[in-house]
């Protein structure tokens, strides 16, 4: 079946530590997103890719970086710049037209140790 | 640039009672909207979207909503609400390259 698959659903990050969120799909899609989710906050946009080496940061980037090597995947890496990393992490993909949904992962749900 | 507002950060109803989830939206151009619904610890599923034509919208689980021009709405409904119901929903307009949320509503329902 196709779809997104995010790993790990559950990571734990050190203080001072870099930790990569991976994203793959398999639905030939060219756009990909990242997402942060708190409680009460709905959906906030992290970064984006509209094609293969090509990303733009959204409305919440600093303290993370992402990188577009492969039309189906779309690591996000939450580095140590990140001062408040704990919340749910949602990747998602689409097709490039405005009338097109986005199709979301199951998540990853960051905490720290 | 596009805006999604939902009333109500929770709504409460019994089970079978009607549900009645609120969006509006603003948008400088003919919108594409969507509706999105969150269960625990799990991603965002489709539950149906406006593009283009018929105003009122069918989606899945018996969910339905009506795009309104003249009021900038996209209201989210369902006759009789389930138990299984319970969960977080999310109203959606497309910008360009990209989709805007609305801060959600949850959606509680009482046996």
């Known amino acids: 079946d196709g779809g997104i698959t995010q790993s790990p659903k559950y990571l734990f990050r050190k203080e001072g530590q870099n930790v990569t969120l991976s994203c793959e799909q398999n639905l030939n899609h060219d756009a990909m997103y990242w997402y942060r989710q708190d409680p009460g906050q709905g959906l906030r946009l992290i970064y984006y890719?509209?094609?293969?080496?090509?990303?733009q940061k959204g409305d919440i980037a600093e303290g993370y970086s992402v990188s577009r090597e492969k039309k189906e995947s779309f690591p996000l890496t939450v580095t140590s710049a990140q001062k408040n990393p704990t919340a749910f992490y949602l990747c998602?993909?689409?097709?490039?037209?405005?009338?097109?949904?986005?199709?979301f992962g199951d998540g990853t749900r960051l905490s720290i140790l | 640039a596009q805006s999604v507002t939902q009333l109500g950060s929770h709504v409460s109803v019994s089970e079978g009672a009607l549900v009645l989830l609120r969006c509006n939206y603003s948008s400088s151009v003919p919108p594409y909207l969507f509706w999105y619904v969150q269960y625990p610890n799990q991603g965002l599923q489709l539950l149906l979207k406006y593009t283009t034509g018929a105003t009122l919208v069918k989606g899945i689980n018996g969910f339905e909503a009506e795009f309104k021009k003249s009021e900038t709405s996209f209201h989210l409904t369902k006759p009789s609400a389930h138990m299984s119901d319970a969960a977080e929903y999310f109203c959606?307009?497309?910008?360009?390259?990209?989709?805007?949320f609305g801060s959600g509503t949850r959606l509680l329902v009482r046996p």
């Open positions: 959606a307009v497309s910008e360009i390259y990209k989709l805007i």
């Open positions: 998602a993909s689409s097709q490039q037209a405005l009338n097109q949904p986005q199709h």
């Open positions: 890719s509209q094609i293969v080496n090509d990303f």
